[in-house]
Nanobody, 121 residues
């Protein structure tokens, strides 16, 4: 199965920025959509941002204007640039792909292990 590995999390003060990256373990032939989710303590996992293979994006209202999702299909990576961070952005952030096609076959509902983002007031 293809694995997704996130990096770039950490501790930042409110108003600061972080850039999360997600890399696939295999060369991806096709992945129509890739997402970033987050889960704060005691809360349900929520969708933060989505990007299609063609580059169309969609964001949760809470991050619009502050976060930017991008992808590099040639490098099999997807990134999340997070600016103007707020304490309420504190969560574990997960990379996700609903469908991934690679030399290994077709994988569904692939999740990364998550990376912690902590924003201090």
């Amino acid at each position: 199965q293809v694995q997704l590995v996130e990096s770039g999390g950490g501790l930042v003060q409110a108003g600061g920025s972080l850039r999360l990256s997600c890399a696939a373990s295999e060369s991806i032939t096709r992945s129509d959509t890739m997402d970033w989710y987050r889960q704060a303590p005691g809360k349900q996992r929520e969708l933060v941002a989505t990007i299609t293979s063609g580059g169309s994006t969609n964001y949760a209202d809470s991050v619009k204007g502050r976060f930017t999702i991008s992808r590099d299909n040639a490098k099999n990576t997807v990134s999340l640039q997070m600016n103007s961070l707020k304490p309420e952005d504190t969560a574990v952030y997960y990379c996700h792909a609903p469908v991934v096609v690679s030399r290994l076959g077709v994988d569904y509902n692939v999740w990364g292990q998550g990376t912690q983002v902590t924003v201090s007031a």
